[in-house]
C-alpha cells in the first residue's frame, strides 16, 4: 500500500530468510544482511519509528527487543502496535499485568492504535518523518 501511495519502503532481509522466502523485488531499496542481529541493528539505524503489524513469534522478538532499547534509552523513536480487530490485546494485559506485579518500569510506553487515523496522528506528534 505504501508503494502503491508513492511512498517509499525499506527491506532489510537475513540470509536464512532470502534463502528459503521470496524477497519483494519491488521495493525502494532492499538489504541482505547476514543474519538477524545484523537485521536488526540495520532497522533500528533506518526506522524513524517501530510499528508492529499482527504477527507471529519474530515480530513479537522485535517488539520487544526495540521497545527495550527505548527503555534503556538507546533511541527515543516511538513504538506502536497496530492493533487490527484486538490483536495486541493480549499482549497489553500480560504488560499491564507485569506492571501489576511490580515489574515494570514507566520509561518508554508501548503505544496502541487501532486505526490508521490514529496511527498517523502519533507519528505527527512525535515529529515523524
Known amino acids: 500500500s505504501a508503494l502503491a501511495a ?23 531499496e532492499l538489504h541482505y544482511v547476514n543474519g538477524m542481529h545484523e537485521r536488526k541493528a540495520m532497522m533500528a539505524e533506518l ?3 517501530f ?3 499482527p504477527g507471529g513469534i519474530g515480530t513479537l522478538d522485535e517488539l520487544i527487543e526495540i521497545w527495550c532499547w527505548a527503555g534503556i534509552g538507546s533511541h527515543s523513536k516511538p513504538c506502536l ?12 494485559e ?12 514507566d520509561n ?8 490508521t487515523d490514529a496511527l498517523l496522528t ?8
Open 6 to 28: 508513492g511512498g517509499e519502503v525499506t527491506g532489510v532481509i537475513p540470509e536464512g530468510l532470502f534463502q528459503r522466502e521470496v524477497a519483494h523485488q519491488g521495493l525502494t
Open 47 to 49: 526506522a524513524d519509528a
Open 51 to 53: 510499528i508492529a503489524l
Open 81 to 92: 502496535c497496530y492493533d487490527v480487530d484486538n490483536y495486541w490485546q493480549p499482549l497489553f
Open 94 to 105: 500480560l504488560l499491564q499485568h507485569i506492571h501489576n506485579e511490580g515489574f515494570a518500569h
Open 108 to 115: 518508554e510506553s508501548l503505544l496502541n492504535v487501532s486505526d
Open 122 to 129: 502519533v507519528l505527527k506528534n512525535e515529529d515523524v518523518q
